[in-house]
Every structure is written in structure tokens, then in C-alpha cells.
């Protein structure tokens, strides 16, 4: 029901930033709490970031805490994750997805998925 295409991954120096991006389709993009999870090599899939379909809530991991922020541009279909003091521990394949349920809440149902973006953080 949703197309998710994520941009904006590459290498990065520790303590650097990275502005992520997730462009969807879909008219009623508004109405989708979003997220991004991210999966580092051997490692499982782990959640980093979500924000509401209202974007008045947001929901985040500690190990991003103060470092990362989610939005979202309802008429640009699409939401970002800015990522500042980057830690080697980063480094992941960071993915973005969507929970179509109009009025979601949380826990969300995240149902649709990108092809991830790279990211690297060097030491």
C-alpha cells in the first residue's frame, strides 16, 4: 500500500551528522506513523525512531537519545531522521517504514518497508 525509498546514508566521522531521508507514495501519507530501524552486520534488526501519524508524539531508543531526531514533511511525503554525534556503534543499514492504520498507536504495526541506506561511522 506504501513504496518506501530511504536516501541519504554514507561515511561519516565519528562525532560527525547525516540527514537521513524516506520518501513514500501514497495519498494518505499524513495518516502513517513512521519509523526507522536499523540492523548492523551480524546483528538483529533493532528499532531507532518513530513519530506519530499526527506527528505530535515520538518515540525513540536510549542509545539515540539526544543525538537523533525524527520528522516528517506530510506534503513532501516524507520523513527524516537527522543523526548528530555519530558513534562507530551507528554504523548500520538503516531502514524506514510505515504503519498504514489510520490512528495508529503505539506499539505500531510497521507493515511496510524500505531497502535500507548505508551508514558508516569511522573511529
Known amino acids: 500500500q506504501v513504496q518506501l525509498v530511504e536516501s541519504g546514508g554514507g561515511l561519516v566521522q565519528a562525532g560527525g551528522s547525516l540527514r537521513l531521508s524516506c520518501a513514500a507514495s501514497?495519498?494518505?501519507?499524513?495518516?502513517?506513523?513512521m519509523g526507522w530501524f536499523r540492523q548492523a552486520p551480524g546483528k538483529e534488526r533493532e528499532f531507532v525512531e518513530a513519530i506519530s501519524w499526527k506527528g505530535g508524539n515520538t518515540y525513540y531508543a536510549d542509545s539515540v537519545k539526544g543525538r537523533f531526531t525524527i520528522s516528517r514533511d506530510d506534503a513532501k511525503n516524507t520523513v527524516y531522521l537527522q543523526m548528530n554525534s555519530l558513534k562507530p556503534e551507528d554504523t548500520a543499514v538503516y531502514y524506514c517504514?510505515?504503519?498504514?492504520?489510520?490512528?495508529?498507536?503505539?506499539?505500531?504495526?510497521?507493515?511496510?518497508w524500505g531497502q535500507g541506506t548505508q551508514v558508516t561511522v569511522s573511529s
Open positions: 501514497g495519498r494518505t501519507f499524513s495518516s502513517y506513523a
Open positions: 517504514a510505515a504503519d498504514p492504520s489510520y490512528g495508529s498507536i503505539w506499539p505500531y504495526n510497521f507493515g511496510s
